[in-house]
Antibody, heavy 122, light 106 residues
Framework: QVQLVQSGAEVKKPGASVKVSCKAS????????MHWVRQAPGQGLEWMGT????????NSAQQFQGRLTMTRDRSTSTFYMELDSLRSEDTALYYC???????????????WGQGTMVTVSS | DIQMTQSPSTLSASVGDRVTITCRAS??????LAWYQQKPGKAPRLLMN???SLESGVPSRFSGSGSGTEFTLTISSLQPEDFATYYC????????FGGGTKVEIK
């Protein structure tokens, strides 16, 4: 079945970086764009950015530009999200989410990872 | 960036009630709107795509309408499993989410 399995929880100090992985299975890796969404404790969903798995091109929300790096490894069907210069406000559950339609640039997210908790604390 | 505003932020209702949640976009998004349901400790679940297209497996008591800047999600007869938080999402220009509507037991 189609699934996205994310890496485990992380605890980081302010100023550090975190890299979260998202391993895709059950579908053709290059066919669906991937997005990253985060959710601070008790808060709503915040879109972070997207990557095309075939060419690796990315687009991110303005508030993350310069701090967010999204990559993918086609050989292992894995996506990565790296966030730099962490601050306490980055404490959140980070999700990868697959775009519904193959080849689409405008679509909802049908498959979500289980989430990776990132805690930023001194 | 397109801002999405949901109302109300919290809704108290009883089993069997008809419930309506509103989502407004800061600019026209055509029908590029999705609705999600999220329960505590779980990832969001896609309910509705293109404003009114029900996803497979989603009960028919859920319906969506709207286009342009104003959208609604309606649950015709609230069931115990529907108590959750609901989010709208635009994907006309990249993506952004509404702030969420928590549907709680009255």
């Amino acid at each position: 079945q189609v699934q996205l399995v994310q890496s485990g929880a992380e605890v980081k100090k302010p100023g550090a970086s975190v890299k979260v992985s998202c391993k895709a299975s059950g579908y053709t890796f290059t066919s669906h764009n991937m997005h990253w969404v985060r959710q601070a404790p008790g808060q709503g969903l915040e879109w972070m950015g997207t990557i095309t798995p075939s060419g690796g091109s990315t687009n991110s929300a303005q508030q993350f530009q310069g701090r967010l790096t999204m990559t993918r490894d086609r050989s292992t069907s894995t996506f990565y999200m790296e966030l730099d210069s962490l601050r306490s406000e980055d404490t959140a559950l980070y999700y990868c989410a697959r775009m519904l339609t193959s080849g689409s640039y405008n679509d909802a997210f049908d498959i979500w990872g289980q989430g990776t908790m990132v805690t930023v604390s001194s | 960036d397109i801002q999405m505003t949901q109302s109300p932020s919290t809704l108290s209702a009883s089993v069997g009630d008809r419930v309506t949640i509103t989502c407004r976009a800061s600019q026209s998004i055509s029908n590029w709107l999705a609705w999600y349901q999220q329960k505590p400790g779980k990832a969001p679940r896609l309910l509705m795509n293109k404003a009114s297209s029900l996803e497979s497996g989603v009960p028919s008591r859920f319906s969506g309408s709207g286009s342009g800047t104003e959208f609604t999600l309606t649950i015709s007869s609230l069931q115990p499993e529907d108590f959750a938080t609901y989010y709208c999402q635009q994907y006309n220009s990249y993506s952004s989410f509404g702030g969420g509507t928590k549907v709680e037991i009255k």
